[in-house]
């Protein structure tokens, strides 16, 4: 009799487990599924339902189950669906809409540079706002799916307890009669505890299936809103884009005064626009931008170093050479030595110093000039290859004083046009700690010619109309002056 109970006992759970079994939740939208009600949050409304329970009997598996009769622990019962929404979007900041540029965002066709700064900086902040909340619905979509997992492996688990227990019981159901009485008393408790199993069960699974539909709505919503945020964030990239390149348009000019024919001149226009370009986008709050900007500067910086070190036509002759030729145009040739003459004499080249080169003397002075005289020196380099003519101030053509005249009302001075009195401007400085921007004056008072010096042994000059402006090697014989203006 006890054989025939046990497997009764074992036919009844096998029966319980196939008939109770549902189909497997599954992923929907990438694998992604639902959130555990015992244990993490769900967006959809749940209630709980009491399960009955008597007494507490272990079975041979060791879990522990609670016969009807009692109150038992509470499952969730299926979600409140909420109902379709119909409203259309908000089409505004938070609205998956997303932004419309204009008028908002719209480019002016004629608007200052500061206006531009400040939508350039409007741009940016939306910019970061739509990130932070791209990130939030990221965030949310992996939280969902998380729970989709969770919920999987939640159910899978109670399977495979419900089959354990099922074997268990046909194979050793014997456990379950512990003392002799009559078979149909033991048969009807054994029922009652296999009642209690899968109810408390099938509650527990039917209660995590019945939050899936809640779940996967909040999930397509949140990847909804995700995706309904890439125009927004294409239209503003798209805004931030154009202002940039109007503030680096703004700069890409010599305005009233062109620049010169060479590649030197171009250079330094290029140089100059990029550096005030660069400080335009930092101010509106760029910073990425105007790092590009400056990186772009440093490098046009360095090439203008190469070319100002190279051979320049129009140097003073070299003793033993032939006599320059009239050409202005700028070669752009790199060369790591110069023909060094004794100090003092006709035609002194620049000195490198040991294992450096022209070039890199260059630019370590260059670099470490302040705005206001990198700007004054990178206009006279954008004047060379223009025409001498006496007397001449710009913007096309200029005399000796003229140009330098010209280059320092770019850095708040005016200086008079006449090389004696230019000369007179500032503090004398010793020939051996000449610096960029210093001005070299040379006869009477220095009344005859005057000079830029651009840093290892290099000047730019209107040197005359038989050259214009040059790039020329400075030339220390004959000096009447070396002055630095303030």
Not at 215 to 239: G, H, I, V, W
Request: net charge negative.
């Amino acid at each position: 009799m006890q054989r025939r109970t046990r497997a009764l006992l074992g036919s009844l759970l096998l029966t319980a487990l196939v008939v109770g079994a549902a189909p497997r939740v599954g992923a929907q939208d990438g694998g992604s599924t639902t959130t555990v009600p015992e244990e993490t949050t769900s967006t959809s409304t749940t209630t709980t339902s009491t399960t009955s329970t008597s007494t507490t009997t272990t079975v041979p598996d060791g879990t522990t189950t609670t016969v009807p009769g009692e109150p038992g622990p509470s499952v969730p019962e299926a979600p409140v669906e909420e109902p379709a929404d119909d409203t259309p979007a908000p089409t505004g900041p938070t609205g998956v809409g997303g932004w419309a540029l204009a008028p908002r965002f719209a480019i002016p066709t004629d608007d200052t540079l500061e206006a531009t700064q400040f939508l350039l900086s409007q741009v940016i902040q939306a910019q970061q706002d739509l990130q932070a909340r791209r990130d939030g619905l990221t965030a949310r979509i992996a939280q969902l799916e998380q729970q989709g997992v969770d919920t999987r492996t939640r159910i899978d688990a109670l399977q495979s307890k419900r089959r354990a227990r099922a074997v268990s019981a046909f194979i050793s159901g014997g456990s379950f009669v512990q003392s002799r009485i009559q078979v149909d008393t033991e048969r009807v408790r054994l029922l009652t505890i296999v009642e209690g199993l899968e109810q408390v069960d099938n509650a527990t699974i039917e209660a995590l299936r019945a939050t899936v539909p809640g779940l996967e709505l909040d999930l397509s919503r949140t990847r909804a809103d995700l995706e309904a945020t890439a125009p927004e964030a294409a239209q503003l990239e798209q805004a931030r884009t154009a202002l940039q390149d109007k503030i680096n348009g703004a700069f890409d000019t010599a305005g009233a005064v062109p620049v010169g024919p060479t590649e030197i001149a171009r250079t330094a226009a290029a140089v100059g626009y990029r550096k005030k370009a660069a400080a335009a986008l930092a101010q509106a709050g760029d910073a990425a931008a105007a790092a590009a900007a400056e990186q772009q500067a440093a490098t046009d910086l360095e090439r203008l170093a190469v070319m100002v070190a190279g051979p320049t036509p129009g140097a003073y002759p070299v003793p033993g050479r032939p006599a320059p030729s009239t050409t202005t145009t700028t070669t752009t040739t790199t060369t790591t030595t110069t023909t060094t003459v004794a100090p003092g004499g006709e035609g002194t080249a620049p000195t490198m110093a040991p294992g450096g080169t022209v070039a890199r003397q260059l630019l370590a002075a260059w670099t470490a000039l302040d705005t206001r005289r990198l700007n004054v020196m990178l206009f006279a380099l954008q004047q060379v290859g223009k025409q001498y003519v006496w007397a001449g101030a710009g913007p096309n053509v200029f005399d000796c004083s003229g140009l330098l005249m010209r280059a320092w009302y770019e850095g708040g001075v005016r200086l008079a046009h006449f090389s004696g009195t230019q000369a007179r401007s500032g503090p004398p400085v010793p020939v051996d700690q000449l610096a960029p921007t210093d001005l070299l004056g040379y006869g009477p008072a220095a009344s005859q010619h005057i000079t830029m010096y651009l840093g290892a042994g290099r000047v730019v000059e209107a040197k005359g109309s038989e050259y214009g402006i040059i790039v020329n090697n400075a030339k220390l014989t004959g000096l009447a002056s070396a002055t630095r203006i303030l």
